[in-house]
């Protein structure tokens, strides 16, 4: 059984959704007894760093997540979620996060310019993501495959040789990471067509062990 | 790089599309799910549903639409139309949309936009805005109004001051409608879609005026547009998606080729 760790980061049942449309029935829960005995688990998330981290640690989610990492239950993070799984993060004026990997989360900057042309932000959109290194993540994407990303704040990991995939806005960002049990993306595979429900459903096969 | 976004919205009423609309094989197609559905498979990256049920006690048909949609397609689509509170909001985003879109009701409550900023962040709240060219004058400077309940009624607004405004107030995105060129088929706003574009750092998507694959390339190209929305353009089977994209795509404009 699939777990999506529910901590009121924004709009979870479409991952569900999403996992149900390829074919894998998911629970959303904030159980850790459920949590811990999951086959695998998805750490989803849309909303800010600092509440985010609040209503985990309110509920002592932070250590499941620390629990099921180091039992080696394979675990997705998510946008919100792949970031609060970096040490720290800029945003709310600076949160302490899970430091399940080495790095931090930053903000896009203020006067972001490309090409002579003012980047919005939120970084929201299409984008281009470009396989690093292979991932069973990826497997069967191609190479210059577009996913849905929505965010003001990336992660930065300190290890280069967590990134799996980059892209571009303006800058480089990395927005595939993974490590042992653990993969991440910055962007939503839930809201990314096909593409998205392919890399979903390698998740919902993936055996855990990195490449 | 961020690809531009194509954007069909689906006008509903009563839960049933307000036209009928007919595609190759002259199949009409009424019901707003499988219209979605087809778009998505299409290539669309994102879908606007416009709700214009005139009676709130039905309103329950639309929030109905949007979860079967959510089931069927995994892009990003939006809801506006008949969203006036925080609740609104909040059950149309539970159903599964990623945004809500709000116009008139904003011009009277700015504070919705502050509210559904707070609630579920600015990323899932879009700013629609009628707008019409008009005399500049002392309050109208920038030479654009905004109007309101479906471009009936003035409101006084200056629209690069209501952009503004909005953007201040924590929406995510706007979506600049002019009413001007809104039917014409003669090609977007230009003047408009620029200079608002320009003045504000979040998204901006063109509305009003698609007729030919080149006035894509000049919204989103010369006057800076994030997103385009079509309606006509691509629901009576004049152009598809594909070839709108193919057309983009062969003058330099960056859009999404991945969707199957």
């Keep these: 059984m699939i777990a999506i760790i529910d901590y009121d980061a924004g709009n979870l049942t479409s991952v569900k959704r999403a996992l149900a449309y390829v074919g894998f029935e998911a629970v959303i829960t904030r159980d850790p007894k ?19 981290m609040a209503s985990l640690k309110r509920d002592g989610l932070d250590q499941v997540i620390r629990q099921v990492r180091d039992q080696g239950t394979p675990l997705m993070g998510i946008c919100l979620g792949t970031q609060i799984i970096f040490e720290s993060s800029e945003e709310d004026g600076g949160t302490p996060c899970l430091g399940l990997l080495p790095g931090r989360t930053i903000r896009f900057p203020e006067d972001h310019h490309s090409g ?13 993501v470009r396989p690093l290194r292979p991932h069973p993540l990826l497997d069967g994407i191609p190479a210059e495959a577009e996913f849905y990303f929505v965010h003001s704040y990336y992660a930065q990991p300190a290890d280069p040789a967590l990134a799996v995939a980059e892209t571009e806005y303006g800058l480089t960002l990395t927005s595939v990471v993974a490590q042992g049990n653990l993969a991440a993306t910055q962007f939503h ?10 890399l979903l459903r390698n998740f919902c096969t993936w055996d855990g062990r990195d490449a | 790089m961020l690809s531009r976004r194509i954007i069909p919205c689906l006008d509903v009423r009563d839960g049933k599309l307000t036209k009928g609309i007919r595609f190759q094989g002259n199949v009409d197609i009424g019901d707003p799910v499988q219209m979605a559905r087809f778009y998505y498979e299409q290539g669309a990256d994102e879908i606007v549903f416009y709700d214009i049920t005139a009676s709130s006690d039905r309103r329950d048909i639309m929030i109905d639409v949007v979860r079967r949609t ?20 909040r059950r149309v985003l539970l159903a599964g949309a990623e945004k809500v879109s709000v116009n008139s009701s904003a011009v009277r409550n700015p504070e919705i936009i502050r509210q559904g900023a707070d609630a579920f962040g600015s990323q899932c709240v879009v ?41 201040r107030l924590g929406a995510g ?3 600049v409608n002019s009413i ?23 998204p901006v998507i063109a509305s009003g005026g698609a007729g030919l694959p080149d006035h894509f390339r000049a919204v989103l190209e010369e006057a800076d547009a994030d997103a385009a929305l079509i309606a006509s353009i691509t629901h009576y089977g004049e152009y598809t998606i594909r070839q709108l994209k193919e057309h983009l795509a062969g003058r330099g404009v960056k859009i999404r080729k991945t969707w199957e």
């Excluded at chain 1, 595979?189 to 392919?198: A, F, I, R």
């Excluded at chain 2, 959510?70 to 909001?89: K, N, Y």
């Design chain 1, 34 to 52: 459920v949590l811990l005995a999951a086959e695998r688990v998805i750490f989803p998330g849309v909303g800010a760093a600092g509440a985010g």
């Design chain 1, 116 to 128: 002579g042309r003012r980047l919005k932000i939120p970084h929201m959109g299409w984008n281009q």
């Design chain 1, 189 to 198: 595979p839930e809201k990314s067509g096909p593409n998205g429900l392919k």
């Design chain 2, 70 to 89: 959510a089931e069927e397609i995994f892009i990003p689509f939006s809801v506006g139309g008949g969203i006036r509170t925080l609740e609104d909001m």
């Design chain 2, 127 to 167: 700013l629609g805005m009628d707008v019409l060219k008009v005399p500049v004058s002392e309050t109208i400077p920038c030479g654009y109004e905004i109007y309101i309940n479906g471009g009936r009624t003035a409101t006084g607004l200056d629209a690069l001051w209501w952009a503004k405004e909005g953007r």
């Design chain 2, 173 to 175: 995105e706007l979506c």
């Design chain 2, 180 to 202: 001007d060129t809104d039917g014409t088929k003669e090609g977007y706003e230009m003047t408009l879609t620029r200079m608002i574009s320009q003045a504000v750092d979040i």
